[in-house]
């Protein structure tokens, strides 16, 4: 099956390199490129690809708000848009993942991290660029916000599962990790996003760094 992407990016060498690098694949394809943030909701509204790119900074609306309109709370059918961008603050980070990203990359992270990225956003997986990963996990040894109130009923087994996902761990690391088959990871996976109320990998990683159960040391 081909994987249908949407390239939206203000600069058009950048939106030449990517497609360059996807159509390299034989199971990507590129369907349409858009140069501003509207031009990118109108099109993927449209055309209904697999995988939206999206860059963060863009003229009339930028990838944070983009993002919100094709994948956040409430949308139906949420469109799985991964941000990809050179700017990699917290405040873009955190902004995309809320908003319903399920990947966060870095432009000079490389044509496989890309691939990889757009591959596992097509399975219902999420991918985070390892640094943004390992930063934010090293700001949890920071004073963090308590839970607003008791954290919902997880199993130890599903916790450590958790803990997994927070720092980055595909289903197959995680078996390996527990020793567990890559069916019981799933399972864990889909029980643990209704038990939240959450609705992917991402949203789980953003909940366990944001109430402190990745354990640092």
């Not at 709370?73 to 995309?96: C, H, K, Q, S, W």
């Not at 990963?133 to 009923?153: C, E, W």
Request: charged content about 25%; aromatic content about 4%.
């Amino acid at each position: 099956m081909t994987i249908r992407v949407l390239i939206a990016d203000d600069q058009a060498m950048i939106r030449g390199g990517l497609r360059l690098i996807l159509e390299d694949q034989p199971d990507i394809s590129v369907i349409a490129e858009a140069s501003d943030g509207v031009d990118a909701i109108t099109q993927a509204r449209r055309l209904r690809p697999d995988v939206c790119l999206v860059d963060v900074r863009m003229p009339r609306l930028d990838g944070i708000e983009v993002t919100r309109a094709l994948a956040g709370p409430g949308v139906p059918n949420p469109t799985r848009v991964i941000v990809v961008t050179t700017f990699d603050l917290d405040e873009y980070v955190f902004g995309a993942l809320r908003g319903g990203a399920v990947g966060f990359i870095l432009k000079d992270a490389g044509p496989a991290l890309l691939v990889e990225a757009v591959r596992a956003a097509h399975k219902g997986d999420a991918l985070v660029s390892p640094s943004i990963t390992v930063r934010l996990l090293r700001q949890l040894t920071a004073p963090a916000r308590k839970p607003d109130g008791p954290l919902p009923s997880l199993s130890e087994r599903e916790i450590e599962v958790v803990r997994e996902i927070a720092r980055g761990r595909t289903n197959l690391e995680i078996g390996a990790e527990l020793f567990i088959s890559l069916s019981t990871v799933k399972s864990h996976v889909s029980t643990i996003q209704t038990k939240l109320g959450l609705r992917n990998r991402t949203e789980i990683a953003v909940w366990a760094w944001e109430n402190r159960i990745v354990e640092t040391g």
